[in-house]
């Protein structure tokens, strides 16, 4: 019997060759010199035993920086052979046309690169440190490799004013697909309460992001939630806020390079240790301690006539700043 999830993505290391401001994580303020990680051979074991109880067949490898893990070459064709549609999360940085090369015979579906600015000081100071030309560098490498891209945005209050110079970046490269993530207030990230973006500029943003699938055959999405009160979705026609991973029917899984289970890529929250009990008991104990709770309706959203479509928006975001009874820091004040 699988559980009905609906996404998987697997952080193959915590090792990491940048220092963004806005990471979501907070291996960096662990005082380790080596992350853990498990060895190949056991991540692909359970990473088999998580596809046995769910059914997923698509995988999201990221990390940490995954192409900084030595063995991430070999690492990904285990993936492949356990039959998984792969798509990777990275810098950038470490791309170079053997790179690009290899990751396009293993195949790799798609490689998402993240772009913060479409100039090179502003990029760089959320990188906390330079990769712009890196950055660019992989794009034109993968896309002569002939492997599909994508650009990741991830909206924050100092480069919101950006977005639209790296949309028209983008479709200059021949970039299709960007993904814009709003900024969530969790891990090292959640820390800096300056990066929330303000109402004003999401909603900026997002039509911009409907201008661009409109006018240009782009396809510009939302690839974190919001809350459905965060912006004026009346003016959008072609973008869909999306629900949070945690509160959804079908909630999305992460798996560590040390085995912890969590709910979502963003959450610290660890449902389980792969390493220690089978995932069906963590899921099952999951359902009973831990879903319901992401799932409860925060009372600031009740009697909303969007709650529905929401859930109070980023579980995870609402839990790091004030308790899953609050609805995501982003939701516009009752």
Request: hydrophobic share 40%; net charge neutral.
């Amino acid at each position: 019997m699988t559980v009905d999830v609906g996404s998987l993505a697997l952080e193959i290391t915590g090792r990491c060759n940048r220092n963004c401001v806005y990471c979501y994580n907070d291996w960096r303020a662990r005082p380790r010199e080596t992350p853990d990680e498990l060895k190949t051979a056991t991540l692909l074991e359970l990473v088999a035993s998580v596809l046995r109880a769910t059914g997923v067949r698509r995988l999201t490898v990221t990390g940490g920086e995954p192409l900084a893990r030595p063995d991430a070459l070999d690492l990904l064709a285990g993936l492949v052979g356990l039959g998984l549609e792969l798509s990777l999360v990275s810098d950038g940085g470490l791309i170079d046309e053997a790179m690009a090369n290899a990751l396009a015979a293993l195949p790799v579906s798609l490689v998402q690169v993240t772009l913060l600015a479409a100039n090179r000081e502003s990029h760089d100071a959320l990188k906390g440190t330079p990769s712009f030309d890196a950055t660019l560098r992989a794009l034109a490498h993968l896309k002569r490799a002939s492997v599909r891209t994508s650009v990741a945005f991830v909206c924050t209050r100092r480069n919101a004013q950006h977005f639209r110079d790296v949309i028209e970046l983008c479709f200059a490269l021949g970039v299709k697909d960007l993904a814009f993530s709003r900024f969530c207030a969790t891990g090292r990230g959640g820390r800096e309460d300056e990066l929330s973006p303000t109402h004003e500029q999401l909603e900026r943003c997002l039509e911009l992001a409907d201008e661009a699938n409109a006018r240009f055959g782009m396809r510009v999405h939302l690839a974190i939630g919001l809350p459905r009160c965060a912006v004026d979705v009346d003016r959008l026609t072609h973008l869909k806020l999306g629900r949070c991973a945690l509160s959804s029917a079908r909630p999305g899984l992460t798996l560590g390079a040390n085995g912890e289970l969590r709910g979502c890529s963003v959450s610290s929250l660890v449902l389980g240790e792969l390493t220690r009990e089978p995932i069906e008991a963590v899921l099952a104990r999951a359902e009973v301690d831990f879903f319901p709770a992401v799932r409860a309706v925060p009372e600031a959203c009740q009697g909303c006539e969007w709650v529905g479509d929401c859930g109070g928006g980023c579980r995870e975001s609402a839990r790091n700043r004030g308790g899953l009874e609050q609805p995501d820091p982003l939701a516009r004040p009752a």
